[in-house]
């Protein structure tokens, strides 16, 4: 009989339901006992109700578990969640209620004032606020949006050592940002589109819950016809002036919680930082340490701000599973779950 | 007898000097009297010396003309230069010096004092320049860099009715704009480029000589998997403060010599604003008005700069034969080529 | 007052109605009266019902007009139908019914026997099977499958000079296809679907009442990151030998009733055929002749069958909405419409 | 000390060569003891020789190496060939004579009578070949071209079970088959090629050597948008009648010495047939088991040949790299390399 945290995975079929089932599958720590989808794939096989697209292939014993409704009965200690947020709000709150930990990548509970939003490296002090949840033994916490990630935690070092005051960001942001179906390939193939519905306003207002600082942030959100990996060309005023070494250094050096406690999908070195002058691209970087690394290029003095550069990191994982089995795992690890 | 101004094409079998065949294969003013390229197609028919790969098919005359080498011995009033910057500057001296009107779309000659760095709808009267040079009859014309011109055209509504102080502009370039072969596919397909030689410099100066008008300008430079059309996401500072409904106005009532003269291939609507979220794009959009009209879209408040918007416009027609070629009917019409 | 004939667009909003409206915006013989869609654009301007996604920019009068129900009360001599097939079959009947030509691009009536199945070039003379309709002066004629066009094109000088026995035929198909949002962008960037559902069961048998011969046909339909324009690589096995430069000559000198009459929508030139070893492409020559020319190339000796070579057409104007048009202007032509 | 084989890589900044690289990195026979590439490259670091574009990153030690001249005096056992084909036939057999095991992925040798053209899987007695080569201790050994690869080992079952008289294929290939920088990102977007130079003499040619039964054969080469993996269309005329099931079985049941040797690199089933419609796909299966399987699906009877069905295979890790290391061990395990 297995030790291992028996967990659930809600809107199993989705994008992001795929990919917590794919980094799931050989997990040290948690194992997946029940998976949960809307209700027309609810009593299906789950390699009948879902279209798997993901690179790494099903395996049968997960292919062959029933899709369960989304209720709090099914087995698990914790809650992966990957709902739609159309409907996320209501069912993450029975899941907790009913004393799981949700641990969710959906938008809706983000800003509420007692739910951590959570990046570890960056703000795993603010689990504390789990305290304050009126759930008795259940919680949830949140990750944030996937292109408020990387953006985040290129920012982290540079808020600790020099003070950042303005941010301008523009995002380069891959279709699976979008779920399945998403955006159609005719919408893309030859083209950008200059848009994301609500995404700008969440990557102007999600940084300044999680750093916890007065940041001035402007966001220009762009769709490019890359499958994984979020590009953003980024510009920054700091506090206090820096030598181009310095702040590569502080990047090159950073190390948190995560690193420290050493959890099993947390990045050796969280930020890598290229000094190839065509460097970082998603296709070619978005996967170091199993897509959990933020990749940045490109530092130079900025005519207007003081710095720009540009990051990148891959927005299911990093910027989405992977972040929020991270935040699962410091969880554990701070017994918060037991 | 034809009454049209005979013209040489000088690097003919590039990206652009195609580009330049394609857009005067049915000009009013215009015919194409020779075609110059390097020694390597010297001597061939045209249709075995370039791999011809517009939308548009070649015309049999234009296949069976010989290319001839780049020297001032060749057909035309008007030489139109494609040529690449690493050969341009000294071949476009002696077509000058040799009587010619060189109308060139390389970067050599840009910056020199007494060369007009021309958007007729923007600096026509930069045209007088052409009277400090010293060279006989003959003349140098140039336009901007491809990302200049759409960056340039959106700001000078801006500049003549509320000013500029300030303008942060990321691209998404496309793919024509560094010719041919240019970026290998392996490079771009599902991929991002966050680096051209060499342009972010060419952005944050063209402009200044163009607008004539101290402006900060910050670029950053991507690639992505587009064919044809330029992306630009900008926010600008402006000296005095505007409504949306101002600045829109001011774009879509743009007008200037172009239009007055009713130049050829001058747009009858030089920019083009969009209502919807999603536009403009550069597949749908690139060929307003034969590829001439610069489409903008997005316009809202900025949180750092005042206001921020998308620009889109076709990189080889506005961005660089097209352009040319408006130049030079500019020229025409104002009697400096007879 | 207008004498051209009336025209109503079913299926307005879908991506074959579009097609449909783009090419009949400056016919000479056709105006567009009505235009037609399901419930959820009823009652709205066309221009808020559609989401436009052609390269020619819509006309406001026409993003002006209400979209009505399909139903045969609408003003119109001519239905032009790109309904879905879903829903096309009746509704199709009862515009036949109320005395419209339909002219539809749906499958639901093509095999019928006494509904023409038309491609102008092919097979004129099946007009005649209208006369054997039960609809009054109403009738219903069809073309063909968008990847059977460019096939039986190809096919016809070879049945007509050598006989044609056995056909192979391996598609690349683009994505317009499939409609619109049809093929999701992560289903296809780097990458092929080898299955069109429904697709090789039309190439198989279409071809045979078109073209009115017994000819064994085996099809294998793939989607590729294409927009525009089907790609299929093609052998034959003829009845009696045939040189390299008879079939080329069969092939350029193709001419068929369209060419006769002049149909407006007809190519001069109904089929190119390319000497270049690397040619046609999609992208380079789907537009030729305003998208109505099927282009072929690579004729060589097959080690199975006799020939084998590649065939290209646009799939949404010669294999859909230009295809319909040119059988209207045939009708027209030939006193069916009056 | 390591007990390893020390290996040299030819060609060692390609696209092959970085392929042989990242498979050789974690090897348990295999150790890379130097890297050989063209003058230009010669006495640089590999970091800066080679524009290194594999998923994976590359190793300090690895980028730290100084390439060398391509002379049989540089350390190693075995010489593992991407050279290119131009240059590729004298210097293998310099190596082969000077004492290496040569293990080419080039097309120089492929043909020799006395050179082995190796699929493990397929043909594993061919090795004997190398007995009658004139080389001493040292020896050439091939894989076939990365089309044929997976072309192949889909026939080999049906060849052992039924017999295989006719084969049809149609290519669809990947852009990584043709090197680095290859094809012009401006030839392939929203476009296909419909001709590979060379390629489809080599699919018709090659299968006859490795199986070693008359076959006929005629292939048509495409290349289309996809970054890697060969999809190919293919239909067969077999010697004896066969039931889908029984072709379906012969496939899954594949084994051969690879799988009873166990060799590092052999998957495990080196033949996935898929059950789903549109299965299988580049970009969805390509990496099964590490790129080593052939992925194959929608088996069905052809109105023409007898069965017609899809395959898919990683082109330069089963159809190159991962191909020549699988070909290696086989040579190690059998006491050809000791």
Request: glycine fraction near 8%; charge should be negative; proline fraction near 7%.
């Amino acid at each position: 009989m297995s030790n291992k945290i028996s967990v659930s995975i809600l809107g199993a079929t989705g994008s992001v339901g795929q990919k917590f089932i794919e980094l799931l599958i050989d997990h040290p720590w948690f194992e997946i006992a029940s998976l949960c989808a809307s209700e027309k794939s609810t009593g299906k096989k789950y390699s009948e109700a879902a279209n798997w697209f993901q690179p790494t292939p099903l395996p049968d014993y997960i292919g062959d578990m029933i899709v369960q409704s989304c209720e709090p009965s099914v087995k698990g200690r914790i809650a992966f969640s990957g709902l739609d947020s159309e409907v996320a709000g209501p069912i993450e709150e029975r899941f907790a209620s009913a004393g799981y930990a949700v641990i969710s990548n959906s938008k809706n509970h983000r800003m509420d004032f007692d739910v951590p939003l959570l990046i570890p490296e960056v703000n795993a002090k603010q689990l504390e606020l789990v305290r304050q949840q009126k759930f008795g033994s259940g919680m949830i916490v949140t990750n944030p949006n996937c292109s408020t990630v990387g953006l985040v935690m290129a920012l982290k070092p540079l808020v600790d050592n020099f003070g950042v005051e303005e941010v301008s960001v523009v995002t380069m942001q891959a279709l699976s940002g979008a779920g399945y179906p998403g955006v159609s390939s005719l919408d893309i193939l030859d083209n950008v589109i200059p848009f994301i519905s609500g995404e700008e306003a969440k990557m102007e207002t999600e940084p300044l819950k999680i750093l916890g600082v007065p940041i001035k942030i402007s966001a220009q959100c762009n769709r490019v016809a890359v499958v994984d990996g979020h590009t953003e060309s980024i510009a920054v005023k700091l506090s206090k002036s820096a030598r181009v070494e310095e702040i590569i250094e502080a990047w090159k050096t950073f190390r948190a919680e995560p690193q420290t406690l050493q959890l099993p999908t947390a990045p050796a070195h969280p930020i890598c930082y290229f000094k190839e002058d065509n460097f970082p691209q998603p296709r070619k970087h978005r996967m170091l340490e199993h897509g959990m690394v933020v990749s940045i290029g490109r530092l130079r003095p900025c005519p207007i701000m003081d710095w720009k550069f540009t990051v990148l990191s891959h927005n299911t994982i990093r910027g989405a599973a992977g972040g929020a089995i991270l935040n699962a795992e410091l969880l554990v690890k701070n017994g918060f779950i037991t």
